[in-house]
T-cell receptor, first 110, second 112 residues
């Protein structure tokens, strides 16, 4: 069974609106969560992270929320821009292993 | 369980030693990738393969070699390890390069 799940393989959003990408995890221990962004033909680049002692981390247009009781992680992009169109991965770092979701492809429509 | 398996999970090497990291997938994916992750750098592509018997260089290929003799296996070799190769290495596979990646759990390599 997958440790980290991204149940939406794709998402389309109008430019200027909010994009919300979701991620669920099964491990309940103290962990560190990361979001990566990947453009076609390029490697994933680190976007934002959050420690499990926090419930929110913000960096410009990007905010990550962590709901530990629901074991749910979400990435909010506001406002969405066409350049945000990419595949987004969430990942969990347990300290011993990394677990990645399978990715959500975001398309921002101009 | 179906997925991507990386071995070993941890390794400490001395400078100049060689080693091979193994990546195995049982999903019949054509595409396989090796990445390294360094603090503040994100994941950088080392080498990749678009099918059995094929390999290609990624962003940071120097000091590494790869082989894809069987579709399910993608091997990453370090011929003469250097401290700069201390990193966390990830293997991934996909059926479509645009979506649907499956990552391994990582190999933490330290070169002293």
């Amino acid at each position: 069974d997958q440790q980290v799940k991204q149940n939406s393989p794709s998402l389309s959003v109008q430019e200027g609106r909010i994009s919300i990408l979701n991620c669920d995890y099964t491990n309940s221990m103290f962990d560190y969560f990361l979001w990566y962004k990947k453009y076609p033909a390029e490697g994933p680049t680190f976007l934002i992270s959050i420690s499990s002692i926090k419930d929110k981390n913000e960096d410009g247009r990007f905010t990550v929320f962590l709901n530990k009781s629901a074991k749910h992680l979400s990435l909010h992009i506001v406002p969405s821009q066409p350049g945000d169109s990419a595949v987004y991965f969430c990942a969990e770092d347990t300290g011993n292993q990394f677990y990645f979701g399978t990715g959500t492809s975001l398309t921002v429509i101009p | 369980n179906a997925g991507v398996t990386q071995t070993p999970k941890f390794r400490v090497l001395k400078t100049g030693q060689s080693m091979t990291l193994l990546c195995a997938q049982d999903m019949n994916h054509e595409y396989m990738y090796w990445y390294r992750q360094d603090p503040g750098m994100g994941l950088r592509l080392i080498h990749y393969s678009v099918g059995e018997g094929t390999t290609a260089k990624g962003e940071v290929p120097d000091g590494y070699n790869v082989s894809r003799l069987k579709k399910q296996n993608f091997l990453l070799g370090l011929e003469s390890a250097a401290p700069s190769q201390t990193s966390v290495y990830f293997c991934a596979s996909s059926f479509d390069p645009l979506v649907g990646y499956t990552f391994g759990s990582g190999t933490r390599l330290t070169v002293v």
